[in-house]
Nanobody, 118 residues
Framework: QVQLVESGGGLVQAGGSLRLSCAASGSFFGINAMGWYRQAPGKQRELVAAVTSGGSTNYADSVKGRFTISRDNAKNTVYLQMNSLKPEDTAVYYC????????????WGKGTLVTVSS
């Protein structure tokens, strides 16, 4: 059973910073891409940032230059450093990972709420 557990969400003022973490646990052979998505009230879930097992990264235009994704393969953990937060960054942030059990498939965390006050 593979689990993704997020942590690090909370309330922060505009301009502030937060760091999200997501750790994968369970029995598996490896993890391919890992990423963060977010869903604001009344909106569709959207990709925020992703990182491959080799370290290549991809960001949504709205967070480029403010957010940084990284991963620690030894700890099966992905991080999202969020700086210069804006009220429009308020959302539930979900961790996603393509985990190889027998074949690779996507797993999701339960989400962590980030609220940015103006």
């Amino acid at each position: 059973q593979v689990q993704l557990v997020e942590s690090g969400g909370g309330l922060v003022q505009a301009g502030g910073s937060l760091r999200l973490s997501c750790a994968a646990s369970g029995s598996f052979f490896g993890i391919n891409a890992m990423g963060w998505y977010r869903q604001a009230p009344g909106k569709q879930r959207e990709l925020v940032a992703a990182v491959t097992s080799g370290g290549s990264t991809n960001y949504a235009d709205s967070v480029k230059g403010r957010f940084t994704i990284s991963r620690d393969n030894a700890k099966n953990t992905v991080y999202l450093q969020m700086n210069s937060l804006k009220p429009e960054d308020t959302a539930v942030y979900y961790c996603n990972a393509e985990v190889v059990v027998v074949i690779g498939r996507d797993y999701w965390g339960k989400g962590t709420l980030v609220t940015v006050s103006s």
